[in-house]
């Protein structure tokens, strides 16, 4: 390195007054830091590898099952008049089956890092979220770079740069205790999997009453998709007249008699993986119109699917 | 607030907000015939699952279907 080169990286800057920054975009808060050192700017790396161009943008895209969630997303570009721009946003993202997207004009200048975090409590499989660069004219061209994308922790943003980038269904997703609906005598269980989620069914209980007619009752429980049937899980023994029976479904168990009267446990395959609009219907061959169901109790591990 | 609907098509009953704070989306389920093992759909089944417009907004319920009704109302603090 030539005597001039190292007295441009070690010699202070002058003090004078740095120039008024540009009138910022609007909705686009920032605040800006005089420089403190001065750098070469000839023949050296640059700061960043994103360099952010006067027409180009960032799309923040949030999925999420949770209402009321507050999204922030953090920036700081180094623009080329060698000031540091911090950025802060706030979102509030609508729940599931929406699709939220932002878009920010962003200065000119080098992306040193950023980060997409929450307010709040968010469980993981709560919110996935995609931070795209575009580049082009506003609202022009699409996605030019996936900065970030992965479910939004509540105990450490998703960062950039060196992000882990994540699919919406990868890894473990959130354990949720569902009540379903309690369909009433005569009638059968029927749950579905919501709109812009995926299901794994870990266990289902219920109970079922049967009333005084006479005749053997047979609790299977059923898969069904627009095609039709998939999958069937017969009972492993019949419910008589007048009885009440406590059902489970679950991982892990086999079909048995149980030493206990009237408690059945069925098997359930082991990666039940259910996609939005799935049934899970428990019904019996031989019901009667007195016979009655319980609510059912669900054990599902769920992911946000856009 | 309302802990538990009343669905005016099937009567099935259910809680709309869910112990862990989220929703559930109530739909009926279909008519059973045990003796031929045919399901069939419903008239006016009700099912809450959320549609959206193109620009990937709420705009209301799949199905109306009889409504529902407040059958347990947690009691005002």
Not at chain 1, 3 to 9: G, L, M, N, P
Not at chain 1, 10 to 20: D, G, K, S, W
């Amino acid at each position: 390195m030539s005597e001039a080169d190292q007295a441009d990286i070690l010699t202070p800057p002058e003090q004078e007054v740095a120039p008024a920054p540009a009138a910022p975009p609007e909705e686009f808060p920032f605040v800006t830091l005089p420089p403190q050192v001065s750098f070469a700017t000839g023949g050296v790396m640059p700061p960043s590898e994103v360099y952010l161009g006067t027409n180009d943008w960032l799309t923040l895209q949030a999925w999420t099952s949770i209402s009321g969630l507050e999204l922030r997303l953090f920036l700081r570009v180094l623009r080329a008049d060698g000031q540091i721009i911090q950025c802060a946003y706030d979102y509030w993202p609508q729940p599931l089956p929406a699709t939220n997207a932002w878009t920010v004009n962003v200065p000119e200048g080098f992306l040193l890092g950023g980060f997409v975090g929450v307010g709040g409590t968010c469980p993981t499989g709560g919110c996935y979220i995609r931070l795209n660069l575009g580049a082009g004219s506003w609202g022009g061209a699409g996605p030019a770079q996936v900065l970030l994308k992965g479910y939004v922790p509540t105990n450490g943003p998703l960062s950039w740069p060196y992000p882990r980038h994540q699919n919406p269904v990868e890894g473990p997703g959130r354990l949720r205790r569902i009540k379903g609906t309690d369909p009433g005598p005569g009638n059968i269980i029927m749950e579905y999997v919501p709109s812009g989620t995926r299901w794994k069914l870990i266990s289902l209980f219920c109970t079922f009453t049967t009333s005084a007619t006479a005749g053997n009752r047979a609790v299977y429980l059923y898969f069904l998709d627009s095609l039709g049937l998939w999958l069937a899980v017969p009972p492993g023994v019949l419910q008589p007249a007048s009885s009440v029976a406590y059902y489970t479904w679950s991982i892990g168990v086999q079909n048995y008699t149980p030493a206990v009267a009237l408690y059945y446990a069925m098997p359930l395959p082991a990666d039940l993986y259910l996609q939005a609009g799935a049934d899970i219907m428990v019904a019996a061959s031989g019901m009667q119109a007195g016979d009655d169901f319980s609510a059912p109790q669900l054990l599902v591990e769920e992911w946000v699917e856009p | 607030m309302t802990t538990k609907l009343k669905c005016g098509t099937c009567g099935g009953t259910y809680q709309p907000i869910q112990a862990d704070g989220l929703r559930y989306f109530h739909a009926c389920p279909p008519v059973y015939d045990p003796v031929t093992k045919v399901s069939q759909e419903r008239p006016d089944r009700r099912d809450e699952n959320i549609i959206v417009d193109g620009a990937s907004r709420s705009v209301g319920i799949r199905a109306e279907g009889k409504g529902a009704v407040a059958v347990e109302v947690a009691p005002e603090l």
